[in-house]
């Protein structure tokens, strides 16, 4: 089984510099030191779970850089960079560009005349490509990329602006299985997700709140947010390790766990995941370390 890749940003340059989601406020602000703890506590709880983590460098200016999940949607050898909505954001895509092409990935861009912002908005559960749009990406090019893909796309449509990007109220655990959040979804969508998914697991309005969907997943470790007891009970209910760690500095800027994190070799949930990665990243991956973390 090929080692779990993680590509992460160290949040030097994060702050809330601007407001493009109801979360973020310019006058609250952000604290940059104890944001730089709760990333390295997440860091090393991916660590710890067996993940090797892959950096992308912070650039000032890009304080949203931080949040990896929407850099793009990688395909094995592929990635579709994105083209993010918001002009305060759009800086990050020659830099995301420039990472992937230096490390060995085919390099695709977002379909023309439409917004699509990565892995935010587009999550692989077994063979068929959930894909969530309306707030940040459109429909549209969710089913362009599809059919570049070769697989199937459910799109869904978001229509709570708390919750803007499809990862915030959605998580695959497995092919199988997922973590969700139906009251951020239109009626279809909630009616097409519980068609499409076996076994879904139901968040309360309070711990959505708390991020309880943008949950990392390495195994059978799910990571997020504090404040996630009730999840917390029914993942363990079905096996899984279920880690709370404090990402509070993050949330004020309306993500967590998952949004700081891209997974480079496919989700846990992907049915392609089991093909490998460039060797060009199997080369320049980092050695695992391994160390005990008190969150």
């Not at 362009?144 to 070769?150: C, E, F, M, N, Q």
């Not at 869904?156 to 199988?176: G, K, Q």
């Amino acid at each position: 089984m090929t080692q779990p890749r993680i590509l992460m940003c160290r949040p030097s340059y994060f702050g809330i510099e601007y407001e493009i989601n109801p979360w973020m406020n310019v006058h609250s602000g952000a604290d940059a030191v104890l944001a730089v703890q709760q990333w390295e506590g997440l860091r090393r709880l991916l660590v710890d779970a067996g993940a090797a983590i892959e950096e992308v460098t912070p650039i000032a200016g890009l304080p949203d850089l931080v949040f990896t999940a929407n850099a793009g949607l990688v395909f094995r050898e592929r990635v579709i960079v994105s083209r993010f909505r918001h002009a305060q954001r759009q800086g990050e895509e020659p830099h995301l560009r420039n990472w992937f092409h230096r490390h060995g990935y085919t390099i695709e861009a977002t379909p023309d005349g439409t917004y699509f912002e990565g892995a935010g908005d587009a999550l692989f559960c077994g063979e068929t490509l959930i894909a969530g749009y309306r707030i940040r990406s459109d429909a549209l090019g969710h089913q362009r990329i599809g059919a570049r893909l070769g697989c199937r796309v459910l799109p869904v449509e978001l229509v709570n602006d708390s919750f803007y990007h499809l990862d915030t109220c959605f998580c695959p655990l497995s092919p199988t299985t997922a973590i969700w959040y139906p009251a951020a979804l239109d009626e279809y969508g909630r009616r097409a997700i519980a068609g499409a998914v076996e076994h879904l697991i139901e968040v309360d309005d309070e711990e959505a709140r708390r991020f309880a969907c943008n949950a990392v997943v390495v195994g059978r470790n799910v990571i997020t947010n504090t404040g996630c007891d009730a999840l917390a009970a029914q993942l363990a209910s079905r096996g899984y390790i279920h880690q709370q760690t404090p990402l509070g500095e993050f949330t004020k800027a309306g993500g967590s766990a998952k949004c700081l994190t891209l997974r480079l070799d496919g989700e846990d949930a992907a049915v392609w995941r089991v093909s490998t990665m460039p060797s060009s990243v199997a080369a320049e991956a980092p050695i695992s370390e391994t160390r005990s973390t008190t969150t």
